[in-house]
C-alpha cells in the first residue's frame, strides 16, 4: 500500500513538474494535526526553483499509509524524484525533521519532554490582600446594568443565580476558591447568555457560567502555556505586565481563572497567584494571543465594573442593535519596538527591541534608559561592545559582533537565556561558562566554536551549528550534556545525512524506513 501511494505522489509532481526541472524535493510532517509541506522544484541550469503544486489528498493518503505501516502517528519524510520517474523516500520519527518558516536545515528532539521553566515559576508571590470588595461590586454590577438599560432603552435579561452549591462545587473542581467579588456576582446571576447571543458585559468578552468557567480554566493550555516547539521556544520571552511585577510571566497557570471570554481563544481571567505587586482576584488578559506574556487589566472585578461605569458616563462604548460594548483603550502586553536605529530618548517602558539595517555600528549604552528590556535583536546590523547588557535584564540576544572586547561583557550576566551570535572569524566563547541561566546558543553564523567550552555548558538545552561545526563538535567530544533538541543549519542536506548526524547525537535512528523505485513518468 506504501508503495502505492509513493506512485500516487511521484506521478502528480512528475505531472505539474516546470519545464527544465531537474529534480523535486519534498519534505513532508504528519501528525493527527495535520501536515506542513515544504521543498520544491530545482532546475538542471541553476536558476531559481519553483515551489511545489498542492495535492494534499495524495499526500494525505500517503501519510496515512505510512502512519498505519509504521505504527506511528507522527512522521517526518522526504521524497526526492527526478524527470525519469526514479524516487527515494525516506521515513522516521518525528524527532528528525526539516526546519520550514524560517532558518533552514534539519532539527532533532532528542527529549521530547524536556520544557524549558517559565519566568514566572521564579517570581516572588504577592502578600497583599485582595483590592476586591463583595458588596461594592454587586452594587456597582447593578448600577452598571441600569446604566446600560438607560443606553439600549431596555434592561438586559440575565440567568438565574448560581447556588451556593453550585459555587461551592465549581471552586471544588478548581481547587482554588474565587475571588469574593467575583463570587458575589455569580449570587447575582450565572453568566450573561439567556440565549443564543450572548450580553457581553465585560468589554466585548461574554460573562461565562461557572460550568464553562471551569472548563476553560482547566482546558487545555490554560494552566500552561502550549509548548510551540523548539524553533519558537529556544529563545522566546515572556514580557512583563504593566504595572511591573504584578502578574506572573508565563503563558498560563493554574491560578488563573478564565470568568469571560471572547470567544476569540482570549479570555479575562481573575488571577489567584499574581506576583509580588500584584493582589489576589486582579484581572488579566490571557489566552491565544497573549503568549508573549498576560496583560494587567484591574486589581480586582470591583474595580473593572468601577471603570466600566466610567467609560458610559464618558460615552466610550458601542452601540448596535440589542447590544452595546464599553470601549476602552488596549493595553500592550509590553512595549515593543523595530527600528532602524537606538534613538536618542528610549522609552522607559521598552522592553523589546529589533533593529534593523543600522547605518553603521550600533552603540548600546542609550537602552540602558529602559531598565526592563529583556530581548535585544540586531538584524542585519552590528555592534562592537555589548558592555551596556551589564545594566540590564536581557534574556534574549541576537547580534552581530563586530570587534571590541567580545563576549566578555556578559561574563556572569544573572538574566541571559538564550544567544544568537554572528561573527566574521573565531570568537571566545569562555565568557558564557559563568551565565547562569544560558539555555539556547545558535553559533552557526559564528566562527569554529570551541568543544572544551561548549562541553561545559550543562544548562543548555538547544544548539544550532552548520554541518562543519557539529563534525568538529563531535569528532572532540564536546557536545554539550544537556542537549534536548538541536539544529544542523545547511540548507542542502538530505533526511539521510540528518539522520547520520542525530545519530551521533545519541538519538536511535534504527527504525528509519527507505524505499527507493522508478515510475513511468514520461519525463525522459
Keep these: 500500500m506504501v508503495e502505492q501511494r509513493v506512485r500516487a505522489v511521484v506521478e502528480v509532481l512528475a505531472a505539474k513538474a516546470p519545464a527544465g526541472w531537474s529534480q523535486a524535493v519534498l519534505h513532508c510532517r504528519a501528525d493527527r494535526g495535520g501536515m506542513s509541506l515544504a521543498g520544491g522544484y530545482l532546475r538542471a541550469d541553476g536558476s531559481p526553483g519553483v515551489s511545489l503544486p498542492r495535492f494534499h489528498p495524495e499526500l494525505r493518503a500517503l501519510t496515512a499509509a505510512l502512519s498505519e505501516d509504521r505504527g506511528r502517528e507522527a512522521l517526518s519524510l522526504e521524497l526526492r524524484t527526478r524527470p525519469s520517474g526514479e524516487y527515494r523516500l525516506v521515513v522516521c520519527e518525528d524527532a528528525v525533521h526539516r526546519v520550514t518558516g524560517s532558518g533552514s536545515g534539519f532539527r532533532v528532539v532528542l527529549d521530547p519532554a524536556a520544557r524549558l521553566s517559565r519566568p514566572g515559576a521564579r517570581q516572588e508571590a504577592g502578600t497583599a490582600g485582595p483590592a476586591g470588595d ?285 544567544l544568537g551570535l554572528v561573527t566574521a572569524g573565531p570568537v571566545d566563547l569562555t565568557p558564557l561558562r559563568t551565565v547562569p541561566r544560558l539555555h539556547g546558543l545558535d553559533l552557526s553564523e559564528a566562527g569554529a566554536p570551541d568543544p572544551a567550552v561548549l562541553s561545559e555548558l550543562h544548562g543548555l538545552r538547544y544548539l544550532s551549528l552548520t554541518r562543519s561545526q557539529w563534525d568538529t563538535l563531535l569528532d572532540a567530544g564536546g557536545v554539550p550534556p544537556g542537549l534536548a533538541a538541536a539544529r544542523v543549519t545547511d540548507t542542502g542536506s538530505t533526511l539521510d545525512e540528518a539522520l547520520a548526524w542525530s545519530a551521533r547525537l545519541g538519538l536511535d535512528t534504527a527504525h528509519a524506513f527507505r524505499l527507493t523505485g522508478s515510475v513511468e513518468t514520461g519525463g525522459g
Design 134 to 418: 463583595p458588596e461594592l461590586a454587586v452594587a456597582r454590577f447593578r448600577a452598571y446594568m441600569e446604566r446600560r438599560a438607560a443606553v439600549l432603552g431596555h434592561p438586559e435579561k440575565l440567568p438565574p443565580p448560581a447556588s451556593a452549591a453550585a459555587i461551592d462545587e465549581a471552586e471544588r473542581r478548581l481547587g482554588r476558591r474565587l475571588p469574593e467579588d467575583l463570587r458575589a456576582l455569580y449570587a447575582l446571576a450565572d453568566g450573561d447568555r439567556t440565549g443564543p447571543r450572548p450580553g457581553y458585559l465585560f468589554q466585548g468578552s461574554t460573562w461565562l457560567p461557572l460550568e464553562h468557567l471551569v472548563t476553560a480554566s482547566t482546558a487545555y493550555g490554560a494552566a500552561e502555556q502550549p509548548w510551540a516547539g523548539w524553533g519558537l521556544e529556544w529563545d522566546a520571552v515572556i514580557l512583563d505586565a504593566d504595572p511591573a511585577e504584578t502578574v506572573r510571566r508565563c503563558g498560563g497557570h493554574p491560578g488563573w481563572l478564565r470568568f469571560a471570554s471572547g470567544e476569540d481563544g482570549n479570555y479575562l481571567a481573575v488571577d489567584m497567584a499574581p506576583a509580588r505587586h500584584g493582589r489576589p482576584g486582579q484581572i488579566i488578559r490571557t489566552g491565544r494571543d497573549h503568549d508573549g506574556g498576560p496583560v494587567h487589566v484591574a486589581d480586582s472585578v470591583t474595580s473593572l465594573l468601577g471603570r466600566y461605569l466610567e467609560l458610559l458616563d464618558q460615552g466610550a462604548y458601542e452601540k448596535g442593535e440589542g447590544h452595546l460594548r464599553v470601549r476602552e483603550p488596549g493595553r500592550a502586553r509590553g512595549h515593543r519596538e523595530i527600528i532602524g536605529s537606538v534613538p536618542e530618548q528610549v522609552p522607559e517602558a521598552l522592553q523589546a527591541v529589533h533593529i534593523n539595517d543600522a547605518d553603521g555600528p550600533v552603540d548600546l549604552r542609550p537602552l540602558t534608559a529602559a531598565r526592563g528590556l529583556r530581548s535585544i535583536h540586531l538584524n542585519r546590523s552590528s555592534t562592537a561592545d555589548l558592555t551596556p547588557l551589564r545594566e540590564l535584564p536581557v534574556e534574549s540576544l541576537r547580534v552581530t559582533l563586530d570587534g571590541g572586547s567580545g563576549l566578555a561583557p556578559l561574563a556572569g550576566h544573572p538574566h541571559l537565556a538564550s
